[in-house]
Structure formats: C-alpha cells, structure tokens
Nanobody
Framework: QVQVVESGGGLVQAGGSLRLSCAASGLPFISYSMGWFRQAPGKEREFVAAVSWSDNDRDYADSVKGRFTISRDNAKNTVFLQMNNLNPNDTAVYYC???????????????????WGQGTQVTVSS
C-alpha cells in the first residue's frame, strides 16, 4: 500500500523559513514523481511544486518561484519542500502527492497507483 506522510509544518513569522518533509512507503520511490499542493481556508487545493521520478524535471507555481525549492532523497524515500521568505498568503495545509506519472502529479490527479498525504499545517503570521 502506497503511503506518504508529511511533517515539518508549524507557525512561523513572515520572512521566516520552514522545511517540509514527505516520507513515502510501499512504492518504488525512484519510479515515482512527487509533488506538493496546498489548500488555504475557503479555497481550492492548488499546485505548489513537483519533482519528476528522474529528478530531471521540477516545476513550481508562479507564486512560490524563487522562494520554495523541492528536492528528493531517493536513499531515504523522502521529498522535501524548503520554503523561504514566507508570507501570510502561504498559510495553508500542505499536502504531498505521489504518482508514477509526472503529468498526474503536476495536474494533482493521483491515480490508483499513487497516494495523497494527510497534510501538514503551515501558518505564517504577519
């Protein structure tokens, strides 16, 4: 059973940094593309960042480019999201997604072979 578990969320002041982690299990991690999404109160879930299974492709939402960095450690079956220069608009529940297909991950469409995590709360105070 494919599972992903997020961690690293918390409360931070504007301008601060956080590093989210997503640990995956039950899958051949090196064959899976991974992504981060977020959902703020009253809003739909939105794409944040994604990294392909090969680590050759990375994609970011315009709103986080230059501030957030996605990376993966295949030895640890973990993907990270380094978030710098946070602002209150970044406040949301952050979700990790795993899927074998890159196109699925960037579209937020996880197949039966993938998984969503339960989410981790990030709150940025002004």
């Amino acid at each position: 059973q494919v599972q992903v578990v997020e961690s690293g969320g918390g409360l931070v002041q504007a301008g601060g940094s956080l590093r989210l982690s997503c640990a995956a299990s039950g899958l051949p991690f090196i064959s899976y593309s991974m992504g981060w999404f977020r959902q703020a109160p009253g809003k739909e879930r939105e794409f944040v960042a994604a990294v392909s299974w090969s680590d050759n492709d990375r994609d970011y939402a315009d709103s986080v480019k230059g501030r957030f960095t996605i990376s993966r450690d295949n030895a640890k079956n973990t993907v990270f999201l380094q978030m710098n220069n946070l602002n209150p608009n970044d406040t949301a529940v952050y979700y990790c997604a795993a899927d074998p297909a890159w196109s699925n991950v960037v579209a937020g469409k996880v197949s039966d072979f993938g998984a969503w995590g339960q989410g981790t709360q990030v709150t940025v105070s002004s």
